[in-house]
DNA sequence: ATTTTACATGAATAGTGATTCATATTTCAT
DNA sequence: ATGAAATATGAATCACTATTCATGTAAAAT
């Protein structure tokens, strides 16, 4: 079964956006799990069937949204560094624009949170393929002698925790955009570590 | 309300063990929204009724298993790294000691990130305690001169996002233990960064 | 031994909520 | 304009579930 039946009439449509825009709103402000059908109707103004002309059940608006959202990143993040000629400059416009993202659409990102619970699978396959893009980046910044020569899985792994949990402190906790001297200062880190007196690179 | 009705005689303490054990168990496979108060008394050979002996709701219980969690990790972290004379070795050992955690009691780890959508209060408490006492630690290092001058909310933060999301990776996803060599990389990347060739550390 | 307190039961309550379907209306192609 | 296709309705269904409570049993205190 398909995850959305697509409407066939301007109209059709304007209803599926007008459900797809109450679901994103709900989930957001109150999860999942604390979220009905009925909820998500009434806030679009249809009856309680119409949802299911759309869905062939709940859990598919769920993972539309989810199948929406990490395209959209996706996209703004590859637009975004395109035409950064450094590592370090792509990695810098990486993080602003995943920020901005997530800024910009704190509740679809807080969707990605909760499928965790909601669909399990579907929240693995993300972050793997999330990460399995950035290992391929890692992998060309390596051969150009830009990047050190660490795994590229947990580099990536790294690089990942740290855009979320700074996201998730300033936008989802504070409600702030992150301030550019913050990726600033992930930068610093990201470039010369925390140590004040670094030890040798191989040591045993 | 409290949390919990701590029982008074041996027999009462058993069963709230049985229950608590069978609530763990059954969030952390199912979540706690796909695990109805039945599933967990089924569980543990008690009637339904039972449960509201010694917990006023259902959300007390996922709250008291939060609370358990939290102090459990705290203390196995402080005490891991109590004889750590460098920076350097309490953060390999708190790496460890977290990594070692999360394998050992994955279930209650997920606990966690259910927290959000849960008790949204309890989650960002957790984390925003967790932080501080981090940044205490790393203004600690900066004044010995062991750490760089970062901001400490935002390496807090980093270094957070890092140990969850390697966690994330290699127990929740994989399921296996954080290897050894893996934290020795992660130390890696928190020495030297990540670049080849690191810029000054005060560029603007 | 008897009274009191603690613990346990499970049927009943009261409410929720996902989903269906028979029916009605609107839109579109011809 | 008209028949066909698309869209919309909302009451009814059915399953589920958190919680209560009247009753019963076991343990402890006196």
Redesign the pocket.
Known sequence: MALV?L??????????ERIRKAAEMLFSEKGYY??????I?TEA??????????F????SVFRYLLEDMSHTLRTEIGVATKDCTSRYDKEYMGFKTFFDFVKKHSGLYKIIWEAQFVDNEMFKEYYENFAARYMIKIREAQQTGEFLDLDPKILAYCLIGISNFIGLKWVIFDNEPVPDEVIREIMRFIRSGAFADPQPANRQ
């Open positions: 039946n409407p066939k009439t301007p109209k059709g449509l304007e209803t599926l604390n979220t009905s059908v009925t909820d109707t103004s249809v009856a309680p069937g119409t949802f299911y002309i759309y062939p059940d709940k859990k």
